[in-house]
Nanobody
Framework: QVRLVESGGGSVQAGDSLRLSCAVTGLTFSAYSMAWFRQAPEKEREFVAR???????MYEESVKGRFTISRDNAKNTVYLQMNSLKPGDTAVYYC????????????????WGQGTQVTVSS
């Protein structure tokens, strides 16, 4: 049984930092690309960042230079370090396992965590 558990969300002020974690069990973690998505109220789930099984990294344009995705294959965990947070970053953040062929399309992710809320106030 595949399970993803996110943690690290919270309520912060603009300019603050947060570090999200996603612990994965039930699959060979090192063999899969992993990504973070986010979903704001009444909006679709959108791509944030991805770390490939081969080490390649991708970011959504608005988070480049502020967010850093990383993975620890020994701990089966993927991280998202978020710096210089803005109110527009407010959303529920989800980690997902990239089981399909598209890197930034949520439909290519079969396994998801329960999400962690990030709220940034101005």
């Amino acid at each position: 049984q595949v399970r993803l558990v996110e943690s690290g969300g919270g309520s912060v002020q603009a300019g603050d930092s947060l570090r999200l974690s996603c612990a994965v069990t039930g699959l060979t973690f090192s063999a899969y690309s992993m990504a973070w998505f986010r979903q704001a109220p009444e909006k679709e789930r959108e791509f944030v960042a991805r770390t490939g099984a081969n080490g390649n990294i991708m970011y959504e344009e608005s988070v480049k230079g502020r967010f850093t995705i990383s993975r620890d294959n020994a701990k089966n965990t993927v991280y998202l370090q978020m710096n210089s947070l803005k109110p527009g970053d407010t959303a529920v953040y989800y980690c997902g396992v990239n089981t399909g062929t598209q890197a930034t399309d949520a439909r290519s992710y079969y396994y998801w965590g329960q999400g962690t809320q990030v709220t940034v106030s101005s």
